[in-house]
């Protein structure tokens, strides 16, 4: 039998023996429900010694005896459990599983969101707290945070699903067309076929119109645009093309510092080699062309960097790009022969007075010769965000400018084997790039739906900046853009050992002590990266004006007692 060592998280007294439960003040804090704990077993798990477990532990129970234990982490040796049963091992275990995958990882959706759905859970059981529902301020999911779909917007879908409808006096007949017109190009006249890999193609026509407005009549051609599922499923396609290489010559890929977790996630699935660059907080998270430099300088020692990721506007720090900064930003990326991937899916997002969307297509053909022919860009649009906020829907699309023919003949080949994106998301992104017209019935409608949100966000984006900036140990920078602030938040050093003791980073800390104490689910900074010494949380600013304020509130009084408690 080998000897085990567990991190475990305990609710309720009692919830092990003392003789190998050493309590510790907790998560929860003074009065929580629950609490950490550190033990040793002498057990037989584990296979090579080492593992990971996760689950709950179960215990019979007597009185007032443990409601649970969350397992957290096992060291474990001695002889496989299996085996001693009589059982074969498994064929896929955690030692035998991808190295790669069990690097990844994804903050948005990480350990703190998994224990608030059992938050929400454990409300519709009855189970008090001192708080009445959880908030998921944590991703940027609209519709999630109550705003209202378009109604243009699923009038079309609504058809297209069930063409029945299209002899219903109740949607207009600009609706009608346009479904009417979908479905045309749909094998079968029905949205349940197959379309071709990079999407219908009039869709993929449609893109092409838009971005040429956008961009004030620069040319876009349909054959470089693939529609995707959403955005993400673009971005990792692109960068499993630019991935190659062992060793010092592995791919590097540069991201920004804080980082939308989609990031780092798919190159530590790629195997690639993740090259930081800080953005500069305080320039309201500014981009530098002379810190893309020494991060690029430094990487060349370990890596080949060959590509050069952009958030602009920004996640999740939300600032907005100047065009000088894409300029330079191009200039930098031609120079040292780096693609260009430019995440544009905030493009619609855009609140501070002065700050205006440039996309990176515009800018780069605006530029001439020799930067307009030769330097390479690939530029992503998603109908998740913006004022469309259609996240499970699943549309989106990205424009290759200056990609070698051959490369993307292997880029269509590689879209292939996924079949096609979503037609229901297809449909979506028709409609956002090519809404109603003036003429049409329902353009009044559209409109103003379309500005009530994005005015909203506004609203929103100013709101939290403000009352963040009056609480002392807050600091936010504007909310330029996007859907997030990202406040830096001052901790108590006390507070920092604290964590430090439990294994946790400081922030994690502080964000599983805020979804306890009062159901407000943020992200902590650690997990989109910041630099070192200094602690942040990623809020949305989705929710309902009415609930935003009262949250804004309660987290600001939650970070005064945190801070005198740990004072």
């Not at 439960?21 to 003074?30: D, K, L, N």
């Not at 010694?49 to 096992?74: F, I, N, P, Y």
């Not at 499970?392 to 880029?411: I, S, T, W």
Request: net charge positive; charged share 20%; proline share 6%.
């Amino acid at each position: 039998m080998g000897r085990c060592e567990l991190l475990v998280k305990c609710r309720g007294a009692g919830v092990l023996p003392k003789s190998t439960c050493h309590q510790a003040a907790g998560v929860g804090g003074a009065g929580s429900a629950w609490g950490w704990a550190h033990i040793s077993l002498h057990s037989g798990l584990g296979a090579g010694g080492t593992g990971l477990l996760t689950g709950r532990l179960k215990r019979q129970r007597s009185g007032s005896g443990a409601e649970g234990v969350r397992v957290m982490a096992v060291r474990a040796g001695g002889h496989n459990q299996a085996e001693m049963n009589g059982l074969k091992e498994k064929v896929l275990t955690l030692d035998t599983m991808n190295a790669c995958v069990k690097r990844v990882e994804y903050a948005v959706r990480g350990p703190i969101v998994l224990r608030a759905l059992e938050l929400e859970q454990e409300l519709r059981q009855g189970v008090k707290k001192p708080f009445t529902e959880v908030i998921r301020a944590n991703i940027g999911d609209a519709h999630a945070m109550g705003q209202k779909p378009i109604t243009f917007l699923r009038q079309v879908l609504a058809l297209c699903v069930h063409p029945g409808l299209l002899n219903s006096p109740d949607f207009p007949e600009d609706a009608k067309r346009r479904a009417e017109s979908i479905l045309q190009a749909c094998g079968g006249h029905s949205l349940g076929a197959y379309s071709n890999s990079s999407g219908i193609q009039p869709i993929r026509e449609h893109v092409a119109q838009y971005i040429q407005r956008r961009d004030g009549g620069i040319p876009a051609d349909p054959n470089n645009i693939f529609l995707s599922t959403g955005a993400s499923d673009a971005i990792v396609t692109v960068l499993k093309l630019l991935v190659a290489g062992e060793g010092r010559c592995r791919t590097g890929v540069l991201i920004p510092i804080p980082q939308y977790p989609l990031y780092s996630a798919a190159l530590a699935e790629l195997n690639a080699v993740q090259v930081d660059y800080y953005l500069d907080e305080d320039r309201a998270w500014a981009l530098d062309v002379a810190e893309l430099r020494r991060a690029l300088c430094q990487a060349r020692g370990h890596c080949r960097p060959r590509a050069l990721c952009i958030i602009n506007p920004g996640n999740p720090t939300g600032q907005v790009q100047t065009r000088e900064c894409i300029e330079a930003v191009i200039r930098f990326a031609f120079e040292e022969r780096l693609f260009l991937m430019a995440d544009e899916v905030y493009q619609d997002n855009v609140y501070a007075e002065g700050s205006q969307f440039h996309s990176f297509k515009k800018v780069l053909m605006e530029m001439g010769p020799p930067y307009s022919t030769q330097q390479e860009l690939a530029s992503f649009h998603s109908v998740s965000k913006g004022y469309m906020g259609e996240c499970g829907l699943r549309g989106g699309y990205v424009e290759v400018v200056n990609m070698d023919p051959a490369v993307q003949q292997q880029m269509q080949k590689l879209m292939s084997v996924r079949l096609c994106p979503p037609l229901p998301g297809q449909v979506v992104l028709d409609i956002v790039v090519s809404p109603p017209e003036p003429s049409d019935p329902s353009f009044t409608q559209f409109q103003a739906e379309k500005q009530a949100v994005l005015a909203e966000l506004a609203a929103k984006a100013k709101l939290t900046e403000q009352v963040f900036n009056e609480v002392p140990g807050i600091r936010c920078n504007p909310v330029q853009g996007a859907m997030y602030s990202f406040p830096r938040i001052q901790l108590p050093p006390r507070a920092i050992h604290r964590a430090k003791e439990l294994g946790l980073a400081p922030d994690m800390f502080f964000c599983l002590r805020l979804l306890e104490e009062t159901g407000i689910c943020v992200v902590p900074g650690s997990g989109f990266g910041q630099r070192e010494g200094t602690y942040h949380f990623r809020m949305t600013i989705l929710p309902a004006m009415e609930k935003l304020r009262p949250l804004l509130e309660k987290l600001s009084q939650f970070h005064a007692k945190f801070t005198r408690e740990y004072s």
